[in-house]
């Protein structure tokens, strides 16, 4: 597999990842008030997930234009 597919399938992996923290998010959003003590770190989970997403897609870019 090149490196190009890995990092294809690394991007498919973070949408899935980024995807279910969007998903849990709204969850607990739909769960307020009586969840609201969770807010920071589902937030910060969700955060995290999207900037990494967002490197990886960027780096993946860069590879392209390289080819």
Request: overall charge positive.
């Amino acid at each position: 597999m090149s490196k190009l597919d890995e990092m294809r399938k690394k991007v498919r992996k973070l949408q899935l990842r980024a995807a279910l923290a969007k998903m849990k998010l709204r969850d607990l959003a739909e769960d307020l008030p009586g969840k609201w003590t969770e807010i920071e770190d589902v937030a910060e989970e969700t955060s995290a997930a999207f900037a990494e997403l967002n490197c990886a897609k960027r780096e993946l870019a860069a590879m392209k234009k390289l080819r």
